[in-house]
């Protein structure tokens, strides 16, 4: 029997808007844990909600869109897409934040880095290598630190939700009966 996946984009589209607004209010924590360390906590609390968005809107896609008839390949492509779309709402939040209100955000980032790669204890000319990188442009920063790495994510978690979504079963309204 052939699946109609004729509304997969539609649905990755509207779910990616509630996915996407997620996102910018934990990137929100993200960019005020600069001055306050506690909402970095929040934060990554928040995380937590990525895996629980995804399964929500793949069972809601495959009770509601597709009838309870959705293979694994075609969980994996709506989770895919759904990251995707989610992920353009994050690069305008991203975009705005290191472009206008901290536009050194990458430079302290990728020093953080060097440290982290300095304390690991490898060879000087890999050290060397990575310190005389140039900075990323805001473009190649969003392209590969946003939008490919939510889309990556998306990818992973899909490989370990979608069979979840697939066998779990909605509720049926329980209705009371007199004997």
Do not use: C
């Not at 909600?49 to 969980?75: A, E, Q």
């Not at 430079?107 to 990575?130: A, C, H, P, W």
């Amino acid at each position: 029997m052939q699946e109609d996946k004729s509304q997969l984009m539609n649905y990755a589209m509207y779910a990616g808007v509630f996915l996407g607004l997620f996102w910018i209010l934990k990137y929100l924590f993200v960019m005020g844990s600069t001055q306050f360390a506690a909402l970095n906590l929040i934060g990554s609390f928040l995380t937590i909600g990525t895996p629980l968005i995804l399964y929500y809107f793949l069972t809601k896609y495959k009770t509601d869109i597709v009838s309870n008839n959705m293979s694994y390949w075609h969980g994996v492509q709506f989770g895919i897409m759904l990251f995707f779309f989610a992920s353009i709402l994050e690069a305008v939040i991203v975009f705005i934040h290191i472009t206008w209100v901290d536009q050194a955000f990458v430079g302290k980032l990728y020093e953080n880095m060097i440290e982290t790669v300095k304390t690991m204890n490898l060879s000087d000319r890999m050290v060397s290598s990575i310190e005389n990188q140039p900075l990323p442009t805001a473009i190649n920063y969003i392209f590969s630190n946003v939008i490919l790495a939510d889309v990556f994510i998306g990818l992973v978690l899909s490989l370990f939700i979608v069979p979840i979504a697939i066998r779990s079963t909605p509720k049926s309204p329980i209705v009371n009966q007199k004997s």
